[in-house]
Every structure is written in C-alpha cells, then in structure tokens.
C-alpha cells in the first residue's frame, strides 16, 4: 500500500530534504518523486511505501501539518487503496457517460460512480442498469432549489469529485461556493478556441483540420479554468458535420477520461489556474 | 511527364466522364482521381500521363475551357515538369525560412526560390549564402512606395506562389487585391485560437497542454483565410515559455512546409473559404 | 441512397472514363472518385447517388459485368442501406468486444452483430445482455468438428464480414479456404514488430518508447495479411507491465474500430496484398 | 547556474533525503526532482542551483562520492554551463548531419558539433561550410588501423559523446570498448521491427500504414541497445517508396534531435539495457 502526498509551496531550500525526513523517520520508503519549482511555486508529488510506517493514515495528515507548517504548503495525502466516490452531472448525450462506465468496469478508472445527476431524464436507463442511482432534477429558470437538491445529493454522496460529462449547463457561483470538490469539465474544443456554442458546426463552416477537446477543472470564469488535458483529431474536407461530430465525441471522451485518471491517481496539482501534470 | 487538372464547378451529373473523356479522346491515361461533392460543390482532382497525348502543352489549357464552359467550372492545369518560382517573405526570425531553403535542397519542395523579401535585414546572409536575392524593403508608415516595390519585385520575378514565413506585417488589401498569386501564412496558433499577437505567451499563461499552429491562404480577413495544415506539440508544466516557443517554432515550420509542400503538388483546391487537400 | 464501386483492374488507358460512362449511362451522379495507379494496377472506388437510376439494384452487379469483363476489374458493388452482418469472434479478453458493441449503438459502426462466437464461455454475458446470439465451441485437438460448428454456424447468420476482437487462436487454412467471407484481425503490435505471443512483456523488457497495434486481414501467413490501419501510444519508464497492457488495449480496440469502419463504410480494396484505404 | 545529478542505485529507504541532505547542507536549492523505482533499482534525477552552494564544481563529484558509497550508487553530476563536445559520424545521407547542424546553430541543441567522421568524402563540404573539422576515414576491410584512426580523433577532441547519424557501418566490439563515451543512433524503423537493411523498401512492399524510427544507445548488441525516443508517421498507398524514404527521414531526423537534445540536457538514464527519460 502506497501513500500519495501532493503540495504546494512558496519555493525555499530544503523542500525536499523535508519532506524525504518525514517520510523517511517514519520508516516509510519513497517510490516515486516529481517536484518542480515554477515561478517562485514549489510543486511536489510524493510517493511511498507504507509497509512499516509508524503513524496510522489517520494520523498521518495531522503529523505531516508540522512539516507543512514551516515551509507554508497546502497539501493532500491519498491513499492507493482508497476508492474516490464521483458523481458524474450530463444532460442528453450519452457518449461520455458510457465510455466513463465502461472504463470504470475495465479497471482503467479507479473510482465509485455514487451518483449521476441529470437535468435531463434520458440517461436514467444506462445508469440504473449499471446499478448507479440516476436523479433527474430538472433546471427551473430563477427558482434555485434545484441546485439545493443537486447539492444535497452531493454531499449525502460523500462525493470527492464531480465529472461534468456533457452537462450543458452553466453551474452558478453559489453552486462553485458550496460544493466543496473539484470539478471536472469536458469542452468540446481546443480551448480557448470555439468557447461557446456550437463548436463543430464553427469548426466544420471555419474549415479547420484538426478538432480538438480540452478537459479542465470548473471555476467561476467560464471556460476558463485550469486545463489538464488536450487532445486532437485530424478531419478532412471528406467529413461532413455528421463526421466532424462523430469524431469530436471520440476525442471528447478519450481526453476526458485520460484526465479523470490522472485527477484519480493523484497525479494533478493546481498553481496559479494552471495544472502541474505528474505523467 | 504528368499533367495535374483540378476543377471546381456546381455539382451535376456527368463531370467525371467530362473531364475522363476530355483526356482520354486526346490519348491520356489517367492516374490517379480525388473527387467530391460538398455542399452542391464538385471538387475534382484528376492526374494523367501526357505521353501520345495529342495536345500540345501550351493548348491544353484552351481546349480543356470548352469542357470547363459546359460544367461552368474555374480550373487550373500544371505540368510535373514546372518548377513553380515562390518567393519568401519573412521579418527576422530565421527558422521557417532556413527550413524552407533546406526542404528546397533536399528536393521535399519542388520550387525555385526566386526571391526573399524582408522589412528588415537580418535575414540577407542566409539568403545570399544560398544565392536567393534578398530585398530589404523597410516599412514606412503612411507612405505606400514600399507595397509597389514589394509588388514589381513579385512581377519581375515572375512569381507564382508568396509564402509568408514568419512576416510579421498585415499585408494591405491593395497588396492582395494587386499581387495576383496565392500567399500561404503560417499562423503561430490553432487558428482561430489565440488570433493575434503574442500567441505562446497567452498560452503559456493559459497553461495549455497542447501547442498549435495553422497554415493558411491569405484572404482580406486576418487569419480568417482557407486552412490548409494544422499541427500540435504537447507542452507541460515543466515547459517554461522559452520552451513554449522553441517547440511551437518547430511546430511552425513542419506545418509551413507540409502546406507548402500539398500546394506545390498541386493537391489543394480552394472552395467556400475552406480547402480540399488530396494528400 | 448511394452506390459504391470497389474495383481492380490492369492499368490502362479509359477505365476511369467506362466507369463514368456506365455511371452516367443509366442516370447516377458520382459524389465521390478516387481512384489511384500502383504498379501496373488499377484501383477504384466510386460512390454515385441511385436516385433515377435506370437499374435495380439488384440488376447493378449483372449489368456492370458487362464493363468490368472489358477492363478485365474484378468488383464489389455495395449500397448505404445495406447493413452488413458480422460475425464476432473473442477469446476472454473483453475490452474489443465490449467497445465494437458500444461503437455499434453509437452508431458509428453501420452493422448488426449477428453473433459472438468463442472458444470460451467468459464473454456469453456481455453478449446475451446485448440480444446478440452467443456461442460457446471449445477448441478440441486433433478434432476438427469444432471448424465444421463455426463454419456452420457463420453460413447459417449469412455473416459478411468476421471480425477477430482478441481470438486468441489460429485460424486453419482449410477454415479459411471454407469461409468465404474477409476477417479482420487485431494484432498486439506494430506488425511486423513483436508478431507472436506476448508482446507486451517482451516490448515491455525491450524498453520500447511506444506501443504500436495493427489491424490486417487474415490471410494464410500469420499475422502477414494486408495491413488496414496501425496506431501507436506513447509509453514511459514509469509504466509497468499493467500499464503497457492498458494502455495496449486502448490502442488495440481504437485501431480495430476503425479498421472495422473503413471496412463497413467499403473504403478498402485488397490488392497485391496490401490495402487501398480510401480516407 | 544548475547542477544535474543522475544516480542509479538499488531500491532502499532514505535515498531521496540523504541526496537532498547533500544538496540542502551545502546551501543548494533543489528545483527539480524526479526519481522512480523499477524493479528494485532507484533512478534519480536532482537538478539544484548552485549560487551560494559552498563546493567548488570540481569538488562536487569528490564530495558526492561518499553519499554514492552509503547508497551503493553509480552517479553522474553536470552543470547547465557546460557544453558537450559531440562527434558526428555520417557516410553519404545527409539530412541528419544537416538537421543537427541547424538545431544547434538555433540554440535547440546545447552542444558543439567538434567533429564529424566519416567513411566517404561527401559530406566535408557541408561540415567545413560550418567550420566543423571532418574527417575522411576510409574503411579497409581487414585492416583496423582506420579504427584506431577514428579512436584517436575522437580522443583528442575530447568528445563527450558520439551521434552516429546515418553512419552505415557497425562498430567493433573493439571501437564500443576503447571509445569510452556514448553512442546515440538512429535506426530506420520501429525497432525491434525491420531491424536490418533496407527497412523502407520492406515497408513499403509489407505496405505498412506507418513508418517508424527509433533512436537507440549503441551495445554490443546490434540494434539492441537502450531505446531513447521513438516516432511515427503515416503513409498511404499513394505514397510510393520514394516518399517512404523523404517521410522516413524525416521521422529519423526528429526522432534522433530529440533524443539527443534529450541526452544533452541530462535527460536520460540507463538501467537494465533501458532508459528512464525525464520529460
């Protein structure tokens, strides 16, 4: 069993030796390291064994605050056995839903689907019969209990992070206030390119070669949060809008769920809106 | 020897026997054929040996225009012993030119390169080195003489292609409406992503993933011309922007030659401000 | 509604103008041509709409025998309402199936999967749950009644196309010569890279960069049928055996869906063996 | 200025702290770590600042020894104002040589091209064009005294490492034991696939739809050293084996700048005949 230990910190001397300390005198063993210093921001993921460890993992964040004390980190500490539990917010589109199914089930994504929310009642059939409880809730213009009711099933969820799975709704401030988890979100295009609406159909009348699909984290300015992953599709003046459609979703999925395992495995750090990608 | 017909025309019935006919009554033998239809639009390709082909060279062109007149299509014919002449303009950064020369010598780009033109004179030794007159005519605000020695310059020298590598100018809608060739631009970014100046640093502060670049004709709208290549490099947060840039540079200079290369085979069409690209 | 028009001939001088002529003849108008000359051979594909077409589709096949005995082509003729049948054939490994069946829903494969037929009974859940008829024939040795079961049962389903989604074992040579139909086949490498058994262990040891898969058509030569379509994914020194075969998987299944759909969408021709892949 | 220090070592509990003691103590600031551990060997890479570090550069090795000793580990320290002196050995191809000469003149490549050897005359004019001493070295069957001409030059240039770039011939048992400096080679496929001659004309006729190039450190083994990078590129049936040849040389060049600029930043790491390569 293996303990993640993501941090972030002004940049200083002996970082490193520190935290090697603690986890050394504890008789913990390292695996894997990757530190990097940007711009005056010290970023660091940790790995060690916890064969032999003398602090319980309970305990293990309260000891560890001391070390984060003096060199004035933020921190995270993950367990490799843990299983996070994800709530998974889409509308109508089916494509990324089943594709975050599927690869839950192959074992490619460590994680418990606890919840999908939708403010559509179209996806109620694939998630019940994975056995996944399905609340349809719908969106009700200037009357916000709707976003009570999603933020209720949230937390009651012990929910630790939410994938937006083509949910085609603006999530309000009050709703990024509370929440209290990181948010996942997949856009369909090369970010900043095509922000808005509609992005196939600019791509496809714009004429572009390539479509892109970008995965970031949601914060209060829209479509503007911090990036995780990126990836492309070549198209040709061969593919119609259908096509440019078709193979936008790929894309769309396949970056989505390449940056949901990251998140997962504890390998993303978040810096000045920007993300630290441990690969 | 090879001739290359391509064709655009409103889509009907009985284009490719047309223009089959058309080559095979004169004694060609076709191949090879790209053909489309888009939007009501018949995009053709049409490649075929001239040996017994009872035309002359110089006729082809003439007799082909009573076929073009009943499919009321606009074509162009090229030969595979052209060397198309291109000349290069550029501002001070080297790297898409010295690429260009050496693709040129290497024989990837089938061209002459007839001239360089620059606003500036940092690029004169690269080019005289390799013995391509060099003109550095230096932009005056307000005053236009310099966009007419730039233009006697392209018609002395008989140019059929501009290729902008790296110009760093907007060229005047009197330059595009006057120079009577195409100009192929390589745009630092995934077009229409970061448009405008300083792409890698907004990048870089973006915190992207992937960097893009897009090749492209020139049309009176900035940036917004037909696409004909676009590339990406993935970047991470070990990058700084120092290597923002060099990667993108190299992105650049791929995608420049890889356009020019598809153009100078004669394998673009332009139609609705797109291109087809028969690679 | 569309036609398309796979053929190979000779090279010589008016194929491209007979297959317009019969073509336009009859009342169809070409969408689509691409046609290329390799070594002497002539190869064809050509997509033309039916509406006031003169033929019956039925009668297409007997009337174009007509042209195709002149240019001496051997042909397929095929229509975008046909719906090809397919016969699936899987060991234990889930992961191509599973995604073949999804990418079937989705749409994005035109086919109805008549049956799974395994050499274990592992895979019979996923298939029941999909309607799709499943059957178990183990492998005996030294008894072939277990072919004549297969055979049997493809016949029977009147399956088009067999897609090979992880079967583990060879395919006889008289079960070739017997069924009468193309196999698609996926391969754990970059062929001819690490043909045979095992090669994620041995690329993993081998310290390869990237892994590679390749669909091809199975032929008498193992893992020597003509290439369809090969992918690659980028590995590191921190991916271990797991990872090489999850990340091996991933290219697998996303290699063999599209080598599948050129083939549904009759955008390959076979010849000399090797493919034309019309894109 | 920036240490860089690789050490290879056997898994075991404090490494990590003791290297970043060493670094702390002496008033280094470590900027960035990454250190992994495969199969019981820990591999490490420290990069640190050395303003106010109270060892002189040419006691840092010395000091460093006596952690070695404690973590039985081999180690290797550099330093970002160094520049490595590298000996290019070509025969008759020169878009590697070319493309080398080029990324370092761009600053792409920290190196100094020292000397280029070859075993044919054609390529001194590009070499002397760029003031690079080259060295004709006809090889003599049976006569190894053009070997030890060759270990000579490469001696007294003082050479730190040596980039074999379309060097046709293999290397004696005898030169890869005297030599004393690495060896970086760019081999013509997708290794292990194609190893041997004429790769691309045996692409071509296997009609693969990519084309590979791996960059390799040079063993005793032929083809079978430690892989450093690997590319691909794809191609169609319309490219015959002359663009397979241009695009394959293409995917060389870039395979091999990158692995060597790789390499030159003290990137890579040997270990059980593979690398770890800290992107």
Do not use: W
């Not at 490799?80 to 599927?102: F, G, N, R, T, Y």
């Not at 939708?118 to 996806?123: A, P, T, Y």
Request: aromatic share 8%; glycine share 6%; proline share 4%.
């Amino acid at each position: 069993m293996k303990a993640i230990l993501l941090s972030v910190s002004p940049d200083q001397k002996g970082i490193v030796e520190k935290i090697a300390h603690f986890v050394g005198s504890h008789g913990g063993n390292i695996t894997n390291t990757s530190q990097h210093e940007d711009g005056g921001v010290f970023i660091s993921r940790v790995e060690f064994e916890l064969e032999n460890f003398d602090i319980t993992k309970k305990n293990i964040p309260v000891e560890f605050e001391k070390v984060a004390k003096q060199i004035k980190a933020r921190f995270e500490i993950f367990f490799s056995d843990q299983i996070p539990k994800v709530c998974i917010m889409a509308s109508k589109e089916d494509h990324c839903l089943i594709d975050l199914i599927l690869r839950q089930k192959t074992g490619e994504l460590n994680m418990k689907i606890a919840c999908v929310i939708s403010n559509h009642d179209e996806l109620r059939k694939i998630s019940e019969k994975e056995n996944i409880p399905f609340f349809f809730i719908p969106i009700i213009e200037n009357d916000p209990t709707y976003e009570k009711k999603q933020l209720d099933i949230i937390k009651k969820a012990k929910v630790e992070i939410i994938v937006l799975a083509k949910y085609m709704r603006i999530l309000s401030p009050n709703f990024l206030k509370k929440v209290g988890v990181p948010i996942i979100n997949i856009h369909h295009s090369f970010l900043p390119d095509f922000a808005g609406a509609n992005p196939y159909k600019r791509a496809y009348l714009r004429g572009v070669k390539m479509l892109g699909a970008t995965a970031h984290y949601v914060t209060d300015e829209l479509d503007g949060g911090p990036i995780i992953e990126q990836g492309v599709t070549k198209v040709t003046h061969t593919d119609n809008l259908v096509d440019f459609i078709r193979k936008g979703r790929d894309t769309e999925k396949t970056v989505l769920s390449n940056a949901l395992r990251l998140h997962l495995n504890h390998r993303v750090i978040m810096y000045n809106n920007k993300t630290a990608i441990f690969y």
